[in-house]
């Protein structure tokens, strides 16, 4: 099984900051690694697919990259609405496999 | 508008059954796979089931293998997860997805598993 670990847990930001948050493969990932964004009661939003690319009608202060083990997302300049929970997800090899999330809030 | 609809969570005794529903709107049902995960506050999002698009194949987690079935009706649109022998560590918000990597959601259905 891939695992995947996603750091930080929590961060502490304010509006205009730039954020980003890493997940680790346990084995090599080439292609299929999305990223989402989830709110509370709510069900998550994908923002990334593929790595790096956005969904359509996402912002582009949003961006993602990465390869082999290593894959980022990116918030350029924070705005209100982003503060949420993030987490990746693998699906190239099953089990597909989620990072642990990372909840974003307001320092 | 592209839709996912869960129905069919509650609450049901260890040991019990359940069948969720997934009604698809919007798009091409019969044209995409389809997808089963859970999610807890504990253990976070998990990974459950997913579905080819002409039921081709059926893919699922340890956890879950021999005592949950997915399938689809095409006819209908609809995704189904059938769960059996239903343990506490089952409980969970379930959600289905379209495609594996999961481009859309639905708003969930929640399961409690509870005497």
């Known amino acids: 099984d891939i695992q995947m670990t996603q750091s930080p847990s929590a961060i502490s930001a304010s509006v205009g900051d730039r954020v980003t948050i890493t997940c680790r493969a346990s084995?090599?990932?080439?292609?299929?690694l999305a990223w989402f964004q989830q709110k509370p009661g709510k069900a998550p939003i994908r923002l990334i697919s593929?790595?790096?690319s956005l969904e359509n009608g996402d912002p582009s202060r949003f961006s993602g990259t990465g390869s082999g083990t290593e894959f980022s997302l990116t918030i350029s300049s924070l705005q209100p609405e982003d503060f949420a929970t993030y987490f990746c997800?693998?699906?190239?090899?099953?089990?597909?496999?989620f990072g642990q999330g990372t909840r974003l809030e307001v320092k | 508008e592209v839709q996912l609809l869960e129905s069919g969570g509650g609450l049901v005794q260890p040991g019990g059954s359940l069948r969720l529903s997934c009604a698809a709107s919007?798009?091409?049902?019969?044209?995409?796979?389809m997808t089963w995960v859970r999610q807890t506050p504990g253990r976070g999002l998990e990974w459950v089931s997913s579905?080819?698009?002409?039921?081709?194949?059926?893919y699922y987690a340890d956890s879950v293998k021999g005592r949950f079935t997915i399938s689809r009706d095409n006819s209908r649109s609809a995704l189904f997860l059938q769960m059996n022998s239903l343990r506490a560590e089952d409980a969970a918000v379930y959600y289905c997805?379209?495609?594996?990597?999961?481009?859309?959601w639905g708003q969930g259905t929640t399961v409690t598993v509870s005497s």
């Open positions: 593929t790595i790096s």
């Open positions: 997805g379209r495609f594996h990597g999961m481009d859309v």
């Open positions: 919007g798009f091409t049902f019969s044209n995409y796979r």
């Open positions: 579905i080819g698009e002409n039921s081709g194949y059926t």
């Open positions: 997800l693998q699906h190239e090899s099953l089990p597909y496999t």
């Open positions: 084995q090599g990932i080439t292609k299929y």
